[in-house]
Nanobody, 123 residues
Framework: QVQLVESGGGLVQAGGSLRLSCAAS????????MGWFRQAPGKEREFVGA????????YYTDSVKGRFTISRDNAKNTVYLQMNSLKPEDTAVYYC????????????????WGQGTQVTVSS
């Protein structure tokens, strides 16, 4: 069982930066690939990016490539989403998720989810 808690969301102007954190409980965090998803009002939840359990592999959806970076610190049971050059269209609730599978862009592949943190980017 893994419990995930996101933090770091807030209101930022376009062009600004935020770093989201996702703290995980449990002693097996390093066994899980982690993903970040987001959901804007009235839209489906969408994949943002993912990182392998050993942090050796990351990938991102095209709309955030070059702006967002996922990293993890297995000693701290935490995964991060560094978001730079934010745009109003990045406004959403951001969720982290954990899977024992390989990193995936498919939400159904993830077994555990956090409660989400709101990110609002003003123009």
């Amino acid at each position: 069982q893994v419990q995930l808690v996101e933090s770091g969301g807030g209101l930022v102007q376009a062009g600004g930066s935020l770093r989201l954190s996702c703290a995980a409980s449990g002693r097996t965090f390093s066994s899980y690939a982690m993903g970040w998803f987001r959901q804007a009002p009235g839209k489906e939840r969408e994949f943002v990016g993912a990182i392998a359990a050993n942090a050796g592999y990351t990938y991102y959806t095209d709309s955030v490539k070059g702006r967002f970076t996922i990293s993890r610190d297995n000693a701290k049971n935490t995964v991060y989403l560094q978001m730079n050059s934010l745009k109003p269209e990045d406004t959403a609730v951001y969720y982290c998720a954990a899977t024992m599978r390989r990193p995936s862009a498919i939400s159904n592949d993830y077994n555990y989810w956090g409660q989400g943190t709101q990110v609002t980017v003003s123009s």
